[in-house]
């Protein structure tokens, strides 16, 4: 059976009442009310290495990667996108040497520090990254090459600082051994004395027995 609906007349007229004020009462609250505004949150510190590698359970590698996804998106917060020249670099780097001590051969923390955290504005954070391939390329030249090699470019084409430039791809040309990396790489070296006007030097580099 259908209930017969009561008409709005039927309401006593207090609930009557009190229902418009609750109502004009939740408007002007509604109207009145700062607007919430995102904030962005600061990165924390790194935990002790110790910790991560208890807190992996066996497992170094895939927390590493977990990790580096959530350090990757970081940037990207609820309500805000925080700018790269606004995240603290510092604690992004402890970040990166982290996840590379957990995890020697996992190559993705360089990846980013060369060639997604480099896109800053500021020149100051990109050689702040720059300094942190070039530190941690040393430690495994004959993997991590690539890296250091876009290190050069963005050294020379985005910061245009030449004698930094050549200092890594010195290392480049100096460090590595075998044919763990292409011929091109240790010939970058060249490139950048030209650019530097060091033809004499460039010669040497490419006939050094002469």
Not at 100 to 105: K, N, P, Q, S, T
Not at 181 to 196: C, G, K, N, Q, T
Request: net charge negative.
């Amino acid at each position: 059976m259908r209930v017969k609906e009561r008409p709005f007349s039927a309401v006593p007229v207090a609930v009557r009442v009190i229902f418009i004020i609750g109502l004009s009462a939740q408007v002007f609250w509604s109207c009145t009310r700062p607007p919430v505004i995102a904030t962005a949150a600061d990165l924390p510190h790194t935990p002790d290495t110790r910790l991560l590698r208890l807190a992996a359970m066996g497992e170094p590698g895939t927390l590493a990667r977990g990790l580096m996804l959530w350090l990757q998106a970081f940037d990207d917060q609820p309500g805000i996108s925080v700018p790269f020249a606004d995240l603290d670099y510092a604690r992004v780097i402890n970040w990166l040497d982290a996840l590379l001590d957990l995890d020697h051969r996992f190559q993705y923390p360089l990846l980013s520090a060369s060639r997604v955290y480099t896109e800053t504005p500021e020149d100051g954070r990109k050689r702040q990254m720059l300094e942190f391939v070039h530190r941690r390329y040393l430690e495994d030249p004959g993997r991590r090459w690539p890296w250091m090699a876009h290190a050069v470019y963005v050294a020379k084409h985005r910061l245009k600082d030449l004698p930094l430039a050549l200092e890594y791809a010195s290392a480049l040309r100096l460090d590595l051994a075998g044919d763990t990396a292409p011929p091109w790489v240790s010939r970058m070296e060249i490139y950048v004395l030209e650019d530097l006007g060091e033809l004499e030097s460039a010669r040497i580099v490419i006939m050094p027995d002469f």
